[in-house]
C-alpha cells in the first residue's frame, strides 16, 4: 500500500480548482435546460407575404397544419399569436396571395389551419410557417420555419414554436 502526502502546492492548486468550480456554479446538480427556442430554418422566409389576412381556411383545404406555440424556458402556453402559413398546394404556389393565410393561438397555444394539399415544390413536400413579431405585440423575436414532409401522401404538418422575448 502507498501513501500518498499532499503538499502545500498540491493542496493550493486543489483549492484553487475547487474554488474556481464553486465560482462557476459546476457543482450544481444539472438542471433540465428548459424548453429550447425554435431557431428559424433556413428558407423559411421565402415567398413571405407580410401582413396575410387571418382566415378561417386557405383554399379548399384537405391537408391540416398544426401546431403549438410555448414560450422557450418554461414552455408555458402562448394564446393569442398569430401565425402565418403558405404553401405549394393542389391550387397555387406558394408565391400566390390566396396561398397564404394566418390563424391565432388558443388559451393551449394550439392553432389549426385547413389548407389545399401541400404538394413538392423544388422536389420537396414542405410548408412555411411564420410567427412575425412586427404584427404581433407579444414581444417575441420572429421565426420562420420551413418543415419537409417525408411523403407527398401525408395529409397533416404539425410543428412548434418555443418562442424568446424580444
Known sequence: MSIRLINRRSLIATGGAAALTLGTGLT????????????????????????????????????????????????????????????????????DPESHGATLTDRNGRFVMDMPQIVPAFGQPHGHLAYDAEYDDGGFKTVFLRPVMSSPSETSLDVEFALVPA
Open 28 to 95: 450544481v446538480p444539472a438542471r433540465a435546460a428548459g424548453v429550447q427556442p425554435t431557431p428559424t430554418m433556413p428558407g423559411g422566409a421565402n415567398n413571405y407575404r407580410p401582413g396575410a389576412q387571418i382566415v378561417e381556411r386557405i383554399g379548399n383545404g384537405g391537408f391540416t397544419m398544426t401546431g403549438t406555440v410555448r414560450r422557450a424556458g418554461d414552455g408555458a402556453p402562448l394564446e393569442g399569436r398569430r401565425i402565418q402559413m403558405w404553401a405549394h398546394t393542389t391550387e397555387g404556389h406558394e408565391r
